[in-house]
T-cell receptor, first 112, second 114 residues
């Protein structure tokens, strides 16, 4: 079983829809939770990160962490065609350097 | 200009050939990483370096070697390329400090081994 599971999609939604992207994980020691966005033929770029449980909002993006369920989510409100990309969740432990474990990514397409 | 650059961007080579992928960064970060990305497998860490004198193996280092020529340069070598090393390779950097070791990625090198 992989430490981090992510549905690969693809996920197609109409412009303006609310998008929900999710990851589950098995290691309860993870403390930092990140979302990266990767456009085609580009490297991943960090969107948001949260520490421990709770919500974090940044514009149209909201990241949620539910440590009791080992489940994290990224919500995109009012989705735009420019949001079409692959979204990777990532997690790490706390304290000093800790290897970052990435999900395999969910491909999102927002249809105009 | 991009903060993390990789050369070449695309490379086709033959089995058994030696190949080097190069990474340069202008972010001033101490830490540098090499990942490969494969469909269905995600990003996997090959090697990482905390400074010029500190190089560490990642989860899939077999068949690869690295060199940290300077704080800003980190190269990845395939001594004798094989077809299952066909993948998208990313260099990344990070810096000490902040709440987490967030990483900044280069644009990637698409490598095909025939």
């Amino acid at each position: 079983q992989k430490e981090v599971e992510q549905d690969p999609g693809p996920l197609s939604v109409p412009e303006g829809a609310i998008v929900s992207l999710n990851c589950t994980y098995s290691n309860s020691a993870f403390q930092y939770f990140m979302w990266y966005r990767q456009y085609s033929r580009k490297g991943p770029e960090l969107l948001m990160y949260t520490y421990s449980s709770g919500n974090k909002e940044d514009g149209r993006f909201t990241a949620q962490v539910d440590k009791s369920s080992k489940y994290i989510s990224l919500f995109i409100r009012d989705s735009q065609p420019s949001d079409s990309a692959t979204y990777l969740c990532a997690m790490s432990y706390s304290g000093g350097y800790q290897k970052v474990t990435f999900g395999t990514g969910t491909k999102l397409q927002v249809i105009p | 200009d991009a903060d993390v650059t990789q050369t070449p961007r695309n490379r086709i080579t033959k089995t058994g050939k030696r190949i080097m992928l190069e990474c340069s960064q202008t972010k001033g970060h101490d830490r540098m990483y090499w990942y490969r990305q494969d469909p269905g497998l995600g990003l996997r860490l090959i090697y990482y370096s905390f400074d010029v004198k500190d190089i560490n193996k990642g989860e899939i280092s077999d068949g690869y070697s690295v060199s940290r020529q300077a704080q800003a340069k980190f190269s990845l070598s395939l001594e004798s390329a094989i077809p299952n090393q066909t993948a998208l390779y990313f260099c990344a950097t990070s810096h000490v400090g902040g709440l987490t070791d967030t990483q900044y990625f280069g644009p990637g090198t698409r490598l095909t081994v025939l």
